[in-house]
């Protein structure tokens, strides 16, 4: 597909989100665009908080390598998953059905369709939840401002997954590395490799280390044919989520894991790696910076996990992930 064909398709704001069929030829996305759609997913707070549970349990050096078993897990798993939809073109349910037949086909679809709205659900009580305990701020209106974001961005579509997506992804190293300058300079970072957990023994075992990173995106990773059936073919499906595993799931873990051995982390044993309350105690510029940080980021895996909520139940219910405008006569 030409990069004309392709912007042509992008000036279409609601484009078809082809929920019954596979993506034709003509409307898939090239590389950058998919790599986009995976990359801003996981580089989220909440790998952060995960990240750091495992480091606080494990020690720095057990903790990265937990880390590490789990990436690769995911990616040989979501992996192979991708090159099956980027060759087909088709979504999580349609690929499903062609395995269990379309009756079959209807228990783990429905069932992952689900657990992702429920997902959804808990980013969007996230955001009202880490910005009443960084700022003291109302939840309940922040929830509300939070879920209308999150709910026009999946509207909009595979479209807007990406668009957040490349806004995301840097945004997150942007912070992410402010956080760890503010680290550095309160003399932290030096110990952080020999960090060997916290106090009172492990929490969790290396296997449970591993399941918890596997854990995090088992859910969207078995659906990732609603992002890399956009995909021009299977190997570019791949390669698109080789940057979301191992790469920006990693970065994302292994930063929460450094704000915990570097001792920046509030509760460590509670809260993991969570660095937000370290942004928020550094004047009113980088707070109103780390307010929009906080939509951008958890508003990314929000909109990703409803997305394929969306698509799986209109694909199960027969229906549209949306009402198509109707054309004027």
Not at 14 to 41: D, K, N, T, Y
Not at 92 to 114: E, H, Y
Not at 228 to 251: C, D, H, M, Q, Y
Request: proline fraction near 4%; charge should be neutral.
């Amino acid at each position: 597909m030409s990069l004309n064909a392709e912007h042509s398709h992008d000036h279409v704001v609601l484009e078809s989100e082809f929920e019954h069929e596979p993506v034709p030829q003509e409307h898939r996305r090239s590389l950058r665009s998919i790599s986009a759609v995976w990359l801003g997913f996981p580089m989220v707070l909440t790998s952060a908080v995960f990240g750091g549970t495992i480091i606080y349990s494990l020690g720095f050096w057990q903790g990265l390598g937990a880390i590490l078993v789990g990436n690769i897990v995911l990616l040989l798993y979501v992996g192979t998953l991708s090159y099956m939809a980027g060759k087909t073109g088709k979504n999580f349910a349609l690929i499903a059905a062609d395995t269990f037949g379309r009756f079959g086909a209807k228990i783990p679809a429905g069932l992952l369709a689900t657990v992702v709205v429920g997902w959804f659900a808990f980013q969007v009580g996230l955001t009202g939840s880490t910005l009443e305990s960084a700022l003291g701020w109302n939840p309940s209106w922040m929830i509300v401002i939070g879920g209308a974001f999150f709910i026009f961005i999946t509207f909009v579509g595979v479209r807007a997954l990406t668009i957040i997506g490349v806004i995301a992804a840097p945004f997150f190293a942007i912070m992410t590395a402010v956080a760890i300058a503010f680290a550095a300079n309160s003399g932290g970072i030096g110990n952080v490799a020999a960090y060997a957990g916290g106090p009172g023994g492990s929490i969790l075992s290396f296997g449970a280390a591993v399941s918890i990173v596997i854990a995090s995106f088992a859910d969207s990773g078995t659906m990732t044919g609603d992002f890399t059936r956009w995909s021009r073919s299977g190997r570019e499906a791949v390669l698109a989520t080789l940057t979301a595993f191992p790469f920006a799931n990693t970065i994302a873990l292994m930063v929460g894991g450094f704000i915990v051995a570097a001792g920046m982390a509030i509760d460590p044993a509670v809260n993991g790696g969570d660095f937000l309350p370290a942004l928020t105690n550094n004047g009113p510029i980088l707070t109103a910076i780390a307010v929009v940080f906080v939509f951008i980021n958890l508003g990314s895996v929000a909109a990703h996990c409803l997305y394929n909520g969306a698509v799986g139940w209109s694909q199960l219910s027969g229906g549209r992930m949306r009402v198509q405008p109707t054309a004027p006569l």
